[in-house]
């Protein structure tokens, strides 16, 4: 544990016992936003006020404003190469008031994140209210943002944002590279989007006036499927060329509201066709969640969008991670990202069905990971994304079967890890997200930590490990877990010390390489010395055949690891004469499989 950590123990804000601390705290925004795209020239223009409420117990002498999307201006560091048409001007603020007093802010030498020094300080319990007027370029280039085509935007990250302050890191100063994700406190928002006559805007939050910007016969087919089991098409492409979907002025607004949520992001299109339909995710409840789609109707996987939208949250409210989906909408917008929002994914169109949902199902499970949780994404991607990865099997177990489901995590995730022996890929999965780089990242972010988490599952019996994952997720849902916490809820939970199953896939540079030392025979007795030679404490899985052809499997749960992680031993009560014994961890694959099988 660094020492940093090791302090909000001590401090009480986290507790060993894996709960949020007695003295826990965070701080919150209310956010009430105006923000105008300009399509011509890209330009986005806005002005907010922040209400900015300091919990801690500590008297902030300035404030840390982030904005992400200057990882397109030219001067700020990158993780990557990136073409001409991704770079801009950055942001300009033109105006920075706190309760009311005006702040000379140039923005010209900022990164994505910048300091303002307070005339006086914010006290504990105090709340600021912030002002800010700012304006960007969105990039010609669209990735996480930017233009998708002359007429279709994706403007995320569009708005300067408090940074988060906590009680480990202080001030989140980090620089956001294009590489790692976000870290963003739990705001509430209101947005207004101001965009031209024929664009229909979608975004995070509800809608507050479809009577407003939409025409009536199309506001009162989109109310209608909010109420709704079938996929309505709201827009085709041709009627909203035609001018039939949105007011013909000038100008609309549209009016979004969001609470308790972590960002909110937003898309406009003159021409993309819009479907939408909704589905029950609390069934105790009743509730329905809005469920809808903007794409390029030439799209061939994306008119299928809202209706695998729907299976996923249907399924990820009901099964695992079995906690309802929790929010009021979720919008499926077609663009270049393969990337979530709260309340938004926005995805590459792909003529490969089963490969466009299998992404769709990825980025929709992290609604609960990290948006649901409040996940620092960039100092612990393995928080958010080996869930993401874990879900997306087992979703996919669901929908295509389980050999199929199989298949693609060992190709997709576990072959790029496993067979690959540079240093960099069995760096321990604990290590900040910022310290890592290559395919070291993505692999400690993604396939390691989701082979644990399905190791434990395997542990703990799916009983035991929803009671637990459930535990760990009430409690910090709407906050701040670090990877302590988890730890430290799950052993809580399951009445169990596991750290030494966290030690061993967390802390070490283990990877998965087993070998059968040895097997003894005694009448029909077989005891099989396996080496764990790579170190991972995962399941162990034989495949057993009889001189007469009949196959048995033996499976054993990472437990047999407790004791000795270098060696363990296995006995099988043969119904027979055994001729072979190989090892096979399916999902868990082996680095070295050519020393997993004892033939007589
Ligand atoms: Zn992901």
Redesign the pocket.
């Known amino acids: 544990m660094p020492r940093n950590i090791k302090a909000t123990y001590a401090n009480g804000t986290r507790s060993f016992d894996g709960k949020p601390g007695k003295a826990y705290w965070q701080n919150r925004g209310k956010y009430d936003m105006t923000i105008t795209v300009t399509p011509e020239t890209r330009m986005v223009t806005g002005t907010e006020t922040i209400q900015y409420t300091n919990n801690s117990k500590d008297t902030l002498a300035g404030l840390v404003i982030r904005f992400v999307n200057n990882v397109h201006k030219t001067e700020s560091p990158r993780a990557n190469y990136v073409s001409k048409d991704f770079l801009t001007t950055g942001l300009v603020i033109t105006s920075f008031t706190v309760n009311g007093t005006k702040y000379e802010v140039n923005a010209k030498n900022w990164g994505t994140v910048g300091g303002v020094k307070l005339k006086s300080p914010l006290l504990p319990g105090q709340t600021a209210a912030v002002n800010i007027d700012w304006n960007y370029p969105l990039s010609k280039e669209g990735e996480r943002d930017g233009q998708v085509d002359s007429t279709t935007f994706y403007a995320a990250y569009a708005y300067p944002r408090i940074s988060v302050y906590d009680d480990y890191n202080g001030w989140d100063f980090l620089p956001h590279l294009g590489r790692n994700e976000f870290y963003n406190d739990f705001n509430d928002y209101k947005l207004a989007v101001k965009a031209p006559k024929d664009y229909v805007v979608w975004a995070t939050g509800d809608l507050l006036n479809p009577d407003e910007v939409l025409q009536p016969a199309v506001s009162a087919k989109l109310k209608k499927s909010y109420v709704s089991d079938e996929v309505t098409s709201i827009a085709t492409s041709q009627e909203m060329k035609a001018g039939k979907i949105t007011q013909q002025k000038a100008w609309n607004t549209w009016r979004f509201t969001a609470n308790n949520i972590t960002d909110v992001t937003f898309a406009l299109s003159n021409h993309y066709a819009w479907d939408a339909g909704s589905v029950v995710v609390d069934a105790k409840a009743n509730r329905r969640t809005s469920v809808q789609s903007a794409y390029n109707e030439k799209a061939k996987d994306f008119p299928h969008a809202v209706e695998w939208s729907k299976a996923a949250l249907a399924w990820f409210s009901n099964n695992l991670p079995g906690v309802p989906y929790p929010f009021s909408k979720m919008t499926a917008f077609q663009g270049y990202a393969d990337m979530?929002y709260p309340m938004m994914v926005n995805d590459t169109s792909t003529p490969d069905l089963p490969f466009s949902q299998f992404v769709m199902n990825?980025?929709i499970?992290?609604t609960w990971f990290p948006f649901y949780m409040g996940i620092n994404e960039t100092d612990f991607p393995f928080m958010?994304?080996g869930w993401?990865?874990t879900l997306e099997y087992f979703i996919g177990t669901a929908q295509q079967g389980k050999e199929a489901a199989e298949n693609m995590y060992k190709e997709f995730r576990v072959k790029r890890w496993i067979l690959d022996p540079s240093a960099e890929e069995d760096q321990p999965i604990i290590t900040q997200g910022t310290q890592i780089s290559g395919s070291g990242y993505g692999n400690n972010a993604?396939v390691k930590p989701s082979l644990a988490y399905m190791g434990l599952k395997d542990m703990l019996g799916d009983e035991g490990f929803n009671k637990a994952l459930h535990e760990y997720m009430e409690r910090w849902n709407g906050k701040h877990p670090i990877p302590w916490d988890f730890f430290f809820s799950i052993n809580d939970a399951s009445k169990q010390d596991l750290n030494w199953y966290w030690n061993n896939w967390f802390f070490s540079n283990n990877y998965i390489d087993l070998a059968i030392e040895k097997v003894s025979i005694k009448g029909n007795k077989y005891t099989v010395d396996i080496k764990n030679i790579g170190g991972f404490a995962v399941p162990v899985d034989m495949k057993i055949t009889y001189a007469d052809g009949k196959e048995e499997r033996v499976h054993k749960t990472p437990v047999v690891w407790k004791a000795n992680q270098k060696q363990t031993t296995v006995e099988i009560n043969a119904k027979g004469k055994i001729q072979s014994i190989v090892i096979d961890g399916g999902i868990f694959m082996d680095a070295k499989p050519a020393d997993n099988s004892w033939k007589i």
């Open positions: 979530e990825h980025e499970a992290h958010d994304e993401a990865t993604y």
